[in-house]
């Protein structure tokens, strides 16, 4: 198998002719205010709960909306805010103090990211610095964000780099019968992540783009509410796995325009990390255009992995063991993603309207559907269901 020669011979062409292109003068920021709100429905259920030591219900049911607005502050500079909320209910986590106190326990999830950006228009360089916050009713996380990214080559061509830092802290909830018998040696966790993207036209039919990923997480990396039961009746323990975890993701992305009204949108991504999983993941979304202001999207996502070194199922542990979990997100598993999409986005927008000062003018932009369904071998079944509202004042 020789990808990894021709990416580094892309790679090489790439940086290779930044010096070799007449000056580039990239665009400037639009002067249009662009919105999205997004809508979301995931209904889940199993039969493999953490929680519960890898058997019992997985039900989940979660609604959330994200708005994402990109604020052109001058043709160089930009601010980019997202809000975003999540309210779930899940039968599993009910489970945590052993028995099912309803028919599922709820909680939220608020967050907001802000992104701010500067321009060198001559050189084609963009900086961008970020700031992030979450919080749910055990958990919070603080985020911080780099980003630089340069264009060449009349915009046929750019890399990306960013580097990202989360500093999460834990509200350390015990399974109600260990309460007062374990603990944790740290309630925090630290993860770092760098990231590069390099993107290329490669013919007006055809671009290529290629992403490595480098995490870094170290602290409490198991969840303190999942238990883990013992072979022959030996008791539980709770979850345990090492303070320290690295992930290598290397992905390609490959869009074909084979002709007018149709484009084949192909992703694959490899993932190893130092728990022993390796993963594949190869996804194919096809857009057709339906005439002027309808497209659909089918779209099929295939994943598999090897399990991590430290899982088992329940009661398949022995309690000599340094680390164990029962988490099923961490076992071998396959599994299959497949769904429809639809976007309608008429030429002049569905809806506009004047904003009440000044001659700026409000545009319902497009609006789009898409439903999911989701099948893993290890019997988790999904649905998920979403809208997008793109709008804009200009």
Not at 270 to 279: E, L, M, N, S, V
């Amino acid at each position: 198998m020789k990808v990894r020669p021709l990416i580094f011979a892309l790679l090489c062409l790439a940086t290779g002719h930044i010096g070799a292109q007449e000056p580039y003068q990239m665009k400037g920021n639009d002067s249009k205010i662009e919105a999205d709100f997004l809508f979301s429905y995931y209904q889940q259920d199993g039969d493999h709960a953490a929680v519960t030591g890898g058997i019992g219900t997985e039900q989940l049911h979660d609604i959330a909306g994200l708005l994402v607005v990109n604020i052109p502050i001058d043709t160089f500079h930009a601010l980019n805010i997202s809000l975003g909320v999540d309210q779930y209910s899940s039968a599993s986590t009910d489970r945590i103090d052993n028995h099912m106190s309803s028919a599922s326990s709820g909680d939220m999830r608020t967050y907001a990211n802000a992104l701010f950006t500067r321009k060198n228009l001559s050189k084609g360089e963009t900086y961008g610095i970020g700031l992030g916050f979450s919080t749910e009713y055990d958990y919070t996380s603080f985020s911080t964000r780099l980003s630089y990214t340069k264009e060449w080559n009349e915009g046929n061509s750019e890399i990306s780099l960013s580097g990202q830092a989360f500093l999460d802290r834990w509200d350390l909830i015990y399974p109600i019968e260990l309460r007062n018998q374990v603990s944790l040696p740290t309630a925090n966790r630290q993860s770092f992540n760098a990231q590069a993207v390099y993107s290329q036209v490669l013919s007006q039919r055809l671009q290529l783009a290629l992403s490595g990923e480098l995490i870094y997480m170290r602290g409490l990396l198991s969840t303190p509410f999942h238990r883990v039961y013992f072979q022959e009746g030996a008791g539980l323990d709770i979850e345990r796995l090492p303070d320290h975890r690295l992930k290598i993701p290397l992905a390609i992305r490959l869009n074909y325009f084979p002709f007018d009204g149709l484009i084949v949108r192909s992703y694959y991504r490899y993932y190893r990390d130092d728990f022993g999983i390796t993963a594949h993941t190869a996804e194919i979304e096809l857009p057709v255009k339906l005439g002027p202001v309808f497209t659909v999207y089918p779209f099929y996502r295939y994943h598999t992995q090897t399990a991590a070194d430290y899982f088992a199922p329940y009661g398949e542990h022995t309690s000599a063991e340094t680390f164990y979990t029962s988490d099923y997100d961490l076992s071998a598993l396959q599994s299959h993603k497949f769904g429809l999409g639809l976007k309608y986005a008429p030429p002049y927008g569905l809806a506009r309207a004047k904003v009440a000062k000044g001659n700026k003018l409000f545009l319902l932009k497009y609006l789009a559907l898409r439903s999911a369904y989701y099948r893993r071998s290890t019997g988790l079944k999904a649905v998920l269901f979403s809208l997008d509202l793109g709008m804009s004042i200009e």
